[in-house]
């Protein structure tokens, strides 16, 4: 997540609404639903779902692919779908799953057992030709097979218990496609081309930084029990387009030029109000998974080696005011390691609470003594602790502003293109920040578990190796049981030891916006805080 421009500029963006691109399309005769959203991936142009991981992208083919199962956005209850029941075996390495009948994919084919299975052998397949870089390998780590054991049941086998895989099934990187996608490479897949689903809406087409473009399904029937509409979709052609200003996004949809705008950031406060002054809804969900937190880098000789430090961090930190001067007076504040709308949240609001005496005393205890220019030094050397930024903005500055006040000299430094690919592996930075979104708190370990981390070098860097080793454990127990109770305690365990730790320094909640025209009706966001079209009309 970038940190908001000013956006005093709107009201000049409604005279831009040519930016729109070939959005304003309709399709002859019905409903046409326009979304602006946040620009395409300017590295990795993709929209094949198992490999995708552009929020965008899985918000679209949420509405093309059907899953095995739904979630509940509300409980993180996970529901029937494609798949009407399940068990899982004794010692949590089976998962089998009995089908629904007459379900089929919009090239007519059916979505049987061995389809299913074909999928699983794809993903697997996935996996080894992308070296493990496909998004949808965080969702099947020990996943080695499945086989359809009559027409309607099909059996996927772990060689490990992994509690967070019934959860997986429900997500849009497990969406069940065609088998013939994956006779094409990774990279062909990524162009849509072959992308055939189940669900209510077929890809029309994607035109990479351009537009993505839906059409209705006919004869669609399945929808999951989450929705009111389990039939066709209401509308008949959605146009998703991609829109590089906030203040341009903001303006088409007030003007009237698109129907939703969905931005990578929250909405200022001052757009906020224009959206509703113009009679049109402002929607808000929090995304689900690890909260945007600064993770430490621990290593010998750096100032954050200190636990002494790391804790005071938290009392230096005042999360609130943070909230409110970034993103504005009802802008939720931040309560522990992972955002509200995580499955297993506990709030850790006490010892995150804002108080610089209490981060002095520490700091003082701890030898980190007051010089004459306001910065702590200790053995001659001072509290400095940078900050590597991509780009200057109030929320960095902030933060600085807020350590400052207990004598902890923050430095920023903005890193070129060719920094940011090497500094985390370097170690060359104090505080990194980073966020994974997927509705379960497993998804954590792939910032902080070396043995799965997308940043082996973040993971290994984050706490001693004692504490990771803690964390290791907290990880292994609640994926390695199939009962909810134990993997909900050892969760909660986990989040107050990452906190008593100081391995998880919260920033904010991240909130996924949507900007809704009043001629829309049944807006709904899903578990992962993506659009859901199930119940959407335009008047």
């Known amino acids: 997540m970038r940190f908001m421009k000013p956006l005093a500029a709107t009201a000049a963006a409604l005279l831009a609404l040519t930016a729109c691109g070939s959005g304003g399309s309709t399709a002859a005769g019905g409903a046409t639903l326009k979304v602006s959203f946040w620009p395409d991936n300017p590295s990795f142009s993709c929209i094949d779902p198992f490999q995708v991981y552009w929020i965008e992208h899985r918000s679209i083919l949420r509405n093309v692919a059907d899953s095995l199962t739904d979630q509940d956005p509300q409980t993180g209850k996970i529901v029937p779908w494609l798949a009407q029941s399940w068990q899982i075996s004794p010692d949590g390495r089976t998962y089998t799953f009995k089908l629904r009948d007459g379900v089929t994919f919009s090239n007519g084919k059916k979505v049987d057992a061995q389809a299913v299975a074909d999928n699983a052998t794809g993903w697997i397949a996935t996996v080894k030709a992308t070296n493990g870089a496909a998004y949808g390998a965080s969702y099947i780590q020990g996943l080695t097979g499945a086989k ?12 490990k218990p992994n509690s967070s895989f019934l959860q997986a099934t429900s997500t849009t990187n497990l969406a069940i496609t065609d088998p013939a996608e994956f006779q094409l490479s990774p990279a062909e897949r990524c162009t849509g081309k072959a992308i055939i689903g189940s669900g209510l809406f077929v890809l029309d087409h994607y035109t990479p930084k351009v537009e993505t473009v839906l059409t209705k399904r006919a004869g669609y029937a399945w929808g999951s029990e989450l929705v009111a509409n389990k039939g066709e979709a209401k509308l008949d052609r959605v146009v998703f387009n991609y829109v590089a200003e906030d203040s341009v996004r ?6 009237g030029a698109t129907d939703i705008a969905w931005p990578r950031n929250p909405f200022t406060p001052q757009d906020v109000q224009l959206i509703e002054k113009s009679g049109d809804k402002v929607e808000k969900r929090a995304l689900p998974g690890p909260a945007y937190a600064l993770y430490a880098n621990t290593s010998a000789g750096k100032p954050l080696a200190d636990a002494s430090v790391r804790k005071a961090l938290y009392k230096a930190i005042d999360v609130k005011t943070y909230a409110s001067t970034i993103y504005g007076p009802d802008y939720p504040v931040v309560q522990g390691a992972f955002d509200s709308t995580t499955p297993y949240f506990k709030a850790q609001s006490a010892k995150l609470a804002y108080d610089p005496e209490g981060a002095k005393k520490l700091l003082q205890d701890a030898g980190w003594t007051e010089g004459a220019n ?37 430095t920023l430094r903005t890193l070129t293109t060719a920094q940011q690919a090497t500094y985390t592996t370097e170690g060359s930075y104090d505080l990194a920040s980073t966020y994974f979104t997927r509705a379960d708190p497993g998804a954590l370990q792939f910032i902080l578990n070396p043995q799965v981390a997308n940043s082996k070098a973040l993971a290994q860097r984050s706490a001693t190796p004692e504490v990771i080793k803690g964390i290791q454990d907290l990880f292994a127990k609640a994926l390695g049981t199939t009962d909810q109770k134990q993997t909900k305690q050892a969760y909660a365990d986990l989040q107050d030891y990452l906190i008593d730790q100081g391995v998880v320094i919260p920033l904010f909640e991240r909130l996924q916006y949507a900007g809704v025209s009043a001629k829309v009706t049944g807006f709904a966001f899903t578990s992962e805080s993506f659009l859901r079209l199930n119940d959407v009309a335009k008047a």
């Open 374 to 410: 306001g910065f702590r030094a200790k053995n001659g050397t001072e509290l400095k602790i940078e900050y590597p930024i991509t780009a200057a903005s109030p929320g960095a500055e902030l933060l600085q502003a807020q350590l400052k006040q207990v004598g902890i000299n923050l």
């Open 148 to 159: 359809a054991v009559d027409p309607q049941t099909v059996q996927f086998e772990l060689s």
């Open 250 to 255: 903001t303006g088409n949809l007030i003007s």
